[in-house]
């Protein structure tokens, strides 16, 4: 397993025993990334990164804006009823370049794609989209589109994280990171995953590993 994209969600589940009162048994589990996407600020929405092996946030300094999109759809190892006690996500940063700058995560509002866009070398330019991938416009390429360019997600962000240096990064849990992950749980046409941006003042963009790389450092 990628350890980085996942989840550690610790949960209460009530299990029953034949003849017995209800209990609660605590358990914690890791939860790998289903989709994971990068949104290229373009006015044409024609640029994505479905396959590739990183994502982005913030601003390049040839490129503009990049914002990444992550879902954990397959929540079906968490028995139906149970209680999310706490939620940490990990992200490993393999790349950046400027000073320190704070990640936001806000819940998505809206379903999207992963294609097999796949862009070279460092990717930070993108790739063409191909049919399903998620871009600055579209949710599904090329017919589907978000309300608002760059995605549609939750005004007040989940959780914040400072990053800085190379490294693997947890954003620990946060009331809000559980009552959207509750919510997927108890609701799943409600489980959109998480939009992440920073830093869009200034050129500090920061790239991360995506679930597709087969890199576990």
Do not use: C
């Amino acid at each position: 397993m990628n350890l980085y994209n996942t989840l550690t969600i610790r949960l209460f589940a009530a299990i029953t025993a034949l003849g017995a009162s209800p209990v609660l048994s605590a358990e914690s589990l890791m939860v790998e990334a289903s989709k994971d996407n990068t949104l290229d600020e373009s006015p044409t929405g024609d640029r994505s990164n479905g396959a590739g092996d990183y994502l982005f946030v913030g601003r390049t300094v040839n490129n503009g804006v990049r914002r990444a999109v992550v879902s954990f759809s397959d929540l079906g190892d968490i028995p139906p009823g149970s209680t999310i006690d706490s939620v940490r996500m990990h992200l490993f940063l393999s790349r950046e370049n400027s000073a320190s700058t704070t990640v936001s995560v806000s819940r998505l509002l809206a379903d999207w794609g992963e294609g097999s866009s796949n862009a070279n070398s460092q990717e930070g330019q993108g790739a063409s989209a191909t049919a399903g991938d998620a871009t600055w416009i579209h949710t599904f390429y090329s017919d589907q589109t978000w309300l608002a360019p760059g995605g549609d997600f939750a005004a007040t962000p989940s959780a914040q994280l400072e990053v800085d240096a190379t490294g693997a990064y947890i954003i620990e849990s946060t009331g809000a990171l559980v009552a959207d992950v509750q919510e997927w749980l108890d609701t799943p046409d409600t489980n959109f995953g998480w939009h992440l941006m920073a830093g869009e003042n200034s050129t500090r963009a920061k790239r991360f590993n995506s679930r597709d790389n087969g890199q576990a450092d």
